[in-house]
């Protein structure tokens, strides 16, 4: 162990005494994860040991300053102007698999458990799940070989500024290669606005 880390009975004790209650523990990957109740005063406690708290997956992992298996999420907001007055026609190019197939995959398709496979060419494939959606206006996917709290999402918004529809695309993720991922998203607009018409 770490000397920055604070042993499990050590770090129980200081829970119990701030009024938390530690229902069980584990320690993968060199760092203890404390199951807490919500009602916990996290931001005390934080000061109190003085360490950090990283919320993953509905639990809170408890883990020194210097463990270097955790990822720091990123998050990146892109609006791209569409040229399109139809808030339809642009829902079933960015909502739709088939509408999606135009610009952002050479194939979509979706299986009877609601696993979407987007396929390119070469081979290369992902797998994405839904997370939300709500029809005409935005759909969230995970992809499914990154973390649960990492997602995207294609939001469609109308600016009065403008008055043009706006394509709202947001991604937070544990890659570090944000400049990658948002020239991914640029080519993947031009394409929309090239082959999807709008």
Partial sequence: MRSNQLSYPAIASVFRKSGAKVQGFFHPCNF???FLSASNDFSTLRKIIGKKFVFLNGIDYFCGE???????????H???PLNSNSRSMIWDRVGTTGGMEAWMADRITEDAEG?????????ETRHAELVAKR???????????????TYWELRITFSEMTNTYVLE???QTDDEDTEGLIQLWESFAE???RRGGI
């Fill in 115 to 123: 696993l979407y496979t987007f396929s390119w060419g070469g081979g």
């Fill in 32 to 34: 203890f994860a404390l």
């Fill in 78 to 80: 892109l609006e791209f």
């Fill in 169 to 171: 695309v947001t991604e």
């Fill in 135 to 149: 029809i005409g206006t935005y759909v969230r996917f995970r992809w499914t070989d990154e973390s649960p709290k």
């Fill in 66 to 76: 210097n463990d270097k298996n955790h990822k720091t999420m990123e998050k990146i």
């Fill in 191 to 193: 394409q929309l606005s």
